[in-house]
Nanobody, 131 residues
């Protein structure tokens, strides 16, 4: 099994910044974490879970939703089994529960962009952006 623990959510004013962290444990920890793709998604109540950002296991490839491009940055530290989401210039429409997801081990250094691509999910961390 793989466990993902998110942290870093909170309440911030529009224009502010937050950094989310997601630490993996279990089968995705240690050296094997480096062969797992990682992604961030978000969900508002009553809405479908939507893609935010993804990073390949080597960090060579990243991909962002158009709504966050230029404001959010995804990064990973394989030595710490952790993926990060730096969120700048936050807007009220960024308010949601943010989920970390992973899948692996992968044979290809891929970025994965849909909910169905991922096998394991964290419990989520809430981000609230006030206007």
């Amino acid at each position: 099994q793989v466990q993902l623990i998110e942290s870093g959510g909170g309440t911030v004013q529009a224009g502010g910044s937050l950094r989310l962290s997601c630490e993996a444990s279990g089968r995705a920890s240690g050296r094997t974490f480096a062969s797992y793709a990682m992604g961030w998604f978000r969900q508002d109540p009553g809405k479908e879970r939507e893609f935010v950002a993804t990073i390949s296991w080597s960090s060579k490839s990243t991909y962002y939703a158009d709504s966050v491009k230029g404001r959010f940055t995804i990064a990973r530290d394989n030595a710490k089994n952790t993926v990060y989401l730096q969120m700048n210039s936050l807007k009220p429409e960024d308010t949601a529960v943010y989920y970390c997801a992973t899948v692996g081990p992968l044979l290809f250094d891929a970025t994965l962009k849909t909910v169905d691509d991922y096998d394991y999910w964290g419990q989520g961390t809430r981000v609230t952006v006030s206007s």
